[in-house]
């Protein structure tokens, strides 16, 4: 230590200071200065504290601009050095000017600075704090120097070692600082800071003021209890306690919380305080959560468990007769149809499943009240007959003289429509590519769905779309989207919220599994959704009340005369049902290649080989026919294009009957010479 001062001080320097003899040792060279700190150290405190405010009195008097105006420079008033110092030793402002409303003993709650910028955090300090602060430094100033006169180089280790220890404090403060602000700066943005613009001019803080105040944890929304914390003025006497809470609310997206205002003693805050949350599962395997499931209503069955474990049911009835499932890819759409449809059926409904995908709902395959289309020409048929069904309840509906909720419709009709952003859009171009030019442009599968969309509860036909983001092209137009009053959004994106819930404030977005926000008109309900595997949804389907076989595609409603009826009643067929028929049409059923043949729709291939081949047996032709229809099929002719399939049977392809009777019409004859040529 002492070598290092001989070499930082300059020779003229040293040979200056007494005792130093002009040697240039360097214990001559500090002999001098610990003559001058021994002398210090034993004088008197009362010596100490004159020499300690001489020294302090040369600084200010040689430092720049103390005490002026900074902004005029005027001139230093009298006694100048005497204020500073007064400053200094009682933890005033250094400049004389109050930042901060803060008190000898009680800390600041406001800011007063006359530009309306935020006060920082020695600012806020209490007075007593700050004087105490100042006076500790120097007197930890004052031990560094007397213990440096007594061993120089004890204390000079001593330093670098605390020196060292401080450096690697703040350094692992620093870092745990901006790891956080790195891992929390997309909460901090789109949560506190919008919270916080709504708040400070409420609890009159500073719009640049810190942050702190709000003690909002990233992961809030999984909080249960105290999930959040507002530091509130001490000067606040609760006006204005309920504009507080529903902006708190609003902001971000609160269900179900309770406040509490804490304003009595130093400390003044609000806390929300979080009711418990939906159950992290809700299985139908739990005995308490089926008998749930028992108990629901008809017309309303349970969708899941929300806040404090109240059960959320959509009643199709008397709130909402569709309903609109989006979320993105593994939010659990296919779960939650599951989960409400099973319960449909087993109180009696029918369903039809309107899925491209062809394997979404493999459960309900084998239900009797079930008709499941697969292929885009069934999904076409499938949507113009029900739109006919739709048609044919709303005649009866209109002729019922008693409540329209009493009229004998039939069996509830679940129409689930699978993947509609895709499947739409192939129903259009679907329909450029089969209609003729007397057909009107607008698909009539289309038109269908939109007339059942705005068909009244009445009907007790029920659209239940999925839509991996449902918008208003891809949901058949925007008129089609405003009947769907009640939808179930899970792993939602920014945008999908704004377009489908935009009156309603968005709560923060959760990975976690079968969480789902129900929103009914503009109330969100936080739902942990009823999950049940595919054997207990069959199972629960074909359980309860049994409903007549869903009619398939092919079969078109035909409907009856009125005119003879009594008035509130509809008239029954030989079968004693009050409801209507429905007909088959020879032309709309299903055939495989092989049937066609056999059974005579394609008579005339069947006239043309035996005209070709006289001496073939009936099975030669037979199947000399069905290889050149199979060979017609693979080459698939722009000017007579083959049928495209309705069906399957196992690995065989239906086609309509009435298709293939248009091929055939429609299909290049063979030339006599090419006859005779063969």
Same mark, same amino acid.
């Given at each position: !230590? +002492? ?46 504290? &004159? ?43 250094? %400049? ?18 006359? %530009? ?15 004087? &105490? ?133 130093? @400390? ?25 499931? +028992? ?51 087993? /109180? ?45 309840? /709303?005649?009866?509906?209109? =002729? ?60 007790? !036909? ?10 208003? @092209? ?20 920014? @945008? ?68 003879? /009826? ?20 020879? %032309? ?30 009936? %099975? ?6 069905? =290889? /050149? ?18 069906? @399957? ?26 006859? &005779?040529?063969?």
């Amino acid at each position: !230590m +002492e070598v290092w001062a001989m070499n930082m001080i300059p020779a003229a320097v040293l040979a200056a200071l007494p005792g130093s003899g002009g040697t240039g040792a360097p214990g001559d060279v500090l002999e001098g200065p610990r003559r001058i700190l021994s002398a210090v150290t034993s004088a008197p405190p009362v010596a100490l504290a &004159a020499l300690a405010g001489v020294g302090l009195l040369l600084m200010l008097l040689t430092s720049k601009n103390s005490g002026a105006d900074v902004t005029t420079r005027t001139a230093r008033p009298r006694w100048w050095p005497f204020r500073l110092l007064w400053r200094f030793a009682t933890g005033a402002p250094m %400049d004389g000017r109050p930042r901060t409303d803060a008190t000898w003993t009680h800390n600041a709650t406001r800011s007063v600075r006359e %530009d309306s910028r935020a006060a920082t955090r020695w600012d806020h300090l209490p007075r007593g704090t700050r004087m &105490a602060i100042r006076w500790a430094f120097l007197a930890v100033l004052f031990v560094i120097l007397y213990a440096y006169t007594q061993d120089a180089n004890t204390t000079g280790n001593a330093l670098a070692t605390l020196g060292t220890m401080a450096a690697c404090a703040v350094g692992l403060w620093l870092g745990y600082v901006l790891t956080d602000r790195a891992v929390t700066w997309r909460h901090r943005r789109n949560w506190v800071w919008p919270l916080h613009l709504a708040l400070y001019a409420r609890l009159q803080l500073p719009r640049d003021a810190s942050l702190r105040y709000l003690k909002v944890p990233p992961h809030f929304t999984e909080i249960t209890g105290d999930m959040l914390r507002v530091e509130l003025p001490a000067d606040f006497t609760g006006e204005g306690k309920q504009d507080i809470t529903n902006i708190i609310t609003t902001k971000l997206a609160l269900q179900d919380v309770s406040f509490s205002f804490k304003l009595d003693g130093r @400390n003044h805050y609000l806390v929300a305080r979080q009711t418990p949350r939906p159950p992290a599962k809700v299985l139908f395997a739990d005995p308490a959560v089926r008998a749930r499931v +028992e108990s629901a209503p008809e017309s309303a069955p349970m969708i899941g468990l929300s806040h404090q474990d109240r059960a959320v049911s959509i009643d199709l009835d008397t709130e909402s007769p569709h309903i609109l499932v989006n979320a993105g890819t593994g939010g659990g759409k296919s779960v939650t149809l599951r989960a409400i449809v099973s319960q449909f059926l087993h /109180n009696g409904a029918q369903a039809t499943f309107l899925d491209r995908k062809r394997h979404s709902h493999k459960w309900a395959y084998d239900i009797p009240a079930v008709h499941y289309c697969k292929l885009l020409p069934e999904i076409h048929d499938a949507l113009i007959a029900l739109g006919e069904e739709g048609e044919r309840r /709303n005649l009866i509906v209109d =002729e019922w003289r008693g409540d329209d909720r009493d009229a004998p419709v039939g069996p509830r009709h679940l129409i689930v429509f699978e993947e509609a952003n895709a499947t739409i859009g192939k129903l259009r171009r679907y329909w450029t590519q089969i209609r003729t030019k007397n057909d009107p442009k607008e698909s009539p599968a289309i038109e269908a769905l939109g007339d059942l969309m705005f068909m009244g509860r009445a009907v007790k !036909m029920h659209v239940l779309m999925v839509a991996q983001y449902g918008t208003a @092209n891809s949901l058949g137009g925007p008129e089609m989207r405003e009947n769907f009053t009640t939808r179930i959004l899970a792993r939602y994106s920014a @945008n999908a919220w704004r377009m489908l819930a935009s009156d309603v404030p968005m709560p923060k977005r959760t990975r976690h599994t079968g969480r789902a926000q129900v929103i009914l008109g503009d109330t969100p309900y936080e739902t942990q959704v009823l999950f049940m595997t595919e054997k207990e949804a069959y199972e629960w389907a074909m359980s309860g009340a049994p409903a007549p076989a869903a009619f398939p595609a092919s079969h078109v409603p035909a409907p009856r005369p009125h005119q003879d /009826n009594k008035p509130g009643m509809v008239p029954e067929g030989s079968d004693g049902q009050p409801y209507l028929r429905v007909v088959r049409d020879p %032309d709309d059923e299903l055939v495989g290649i092989v049937e066609a043949v056999r059974s005579g729709v394609l008579m005339d291939l069947v006239r043309e080989a035996n005209e070709r081949w006289p001496n073939a047996s009936a %099975d030669e032709l037979e199947k000399k026919v069905v =290889e /050149n229809v199979r060979a017609a099929r693979k080459a698939d002719r722009p000017s007579n294009p083959f049928p495209e399939p309705r069906g @399957n049977r196992g690995q065989e392809f239906l086609y309509r009957v009435g298709d293939l009777k248009n091929w055939q019409a429609n299909r290049p004859k063979a030339t006599k010479s090419k006859a &005779a040529n063969e």
